[in-house]
Antibody, heavy 122, light 107 residues
């Protein structure tokens, strides 16, 4: 069965970086994109970005460009999301979610990780 | 960026009521729209994709419609388990964007 297992909670100081992982199982890793979504406490969902594990291409939310990097390790079927120069407003639950995309069109948004809480505090 | 605007932000209705949530896109997205349900401390749950395609296992009281810039999510007969926050997401053009959410409460 499809599973997306995320790394554990992180506490970071302002200005530091955080790297969250999402390890996939139960399907062909390179056949599905992975999107990341975050949710600040008491707030709505915010799209962070997406990666194609097959060719490593990425697209990021405009407000995070320059601070965010998504990478993948095909040997372990793991996606990484790294956010640098952390600010208090980056405090949020971060979710990874599998997406099937072909010829520029996407579907199959049903599978999500359990979430990773990132807290930025001095 | 394509902005997504949901209305209302909150709604309170009784069990059995018909409930409608609207999502508007700042430019046409054809039918490249997903609807999610989220309960506290849980990941989003996909209800619908391509505006009106009901996800397997989702109760048939949920339905979606619309194309272009205006979309609706309808719950035909509200149930206690439907108390949650609902989000639309456009996936026509990067960056994909979410609406701000609609919190549905049971009276």
């Amino acid at each position: 069965q499809v599973q997306l297992a995320q790394s554990g909670a992180e506490v970071k100081k302002p200005g530091a970086s955080v790297k969250v992982s999402c390890t996939a199982s139960g399907y062909t890793f390179t056949s599905y994109f992975m999107q990341w979504v975050r949710q600040a406490p008491g707030q709505g969902l915010e799209w962070v970005g997406i990666i194609n594990p097959s060719d490593r291409s990425t697209s990021y939310a405009r407000k995070l460009q320059g601070r965010i990097t998504m990478t993948r390790d095909t040997s372990t079927s793991t996606i990484y999301m790294e956010l640098s120069s952390l600010r208090s407003e980056d405090t949020a639950m971060y979710y990874c979610g599998r997406v099937r995309c072909s010829a520029g069109r996407c579907s199959d948004f049903a599978y999500w990780g359990q979430g990773t809480l990132v807290t930025v505090s001095s | 960026d394509i902005q997504m605007t949901q209305s209302p932000s909150t709604l309170s209705a009784s069990v059995g009521d018909r409930v409608t949530i609207t999502c508007r896109a700042s430019q046409s997205i054809s039918t490249w729209l997903a609807w999610y349900q989220q309960k506290p401390r849980e990941a989003p749950k996909l209800l619908m994709s391509k505006a009106s395609n009901l996800e397997s296992g989702v109760p048939s009281r949920f339905s979606g419609s619309g194309s272009g810039t205006e979309f609706t999510l309808t719950i035909s007969s509200l149930q206690p388990d439907d108390s949650a926050t609902y989000y639309c997401q456009q996936y026509d053009t990067y960056p994909w964007m979410f609406g701000q959410g609609t919190k549905v409460e049971i009276k």
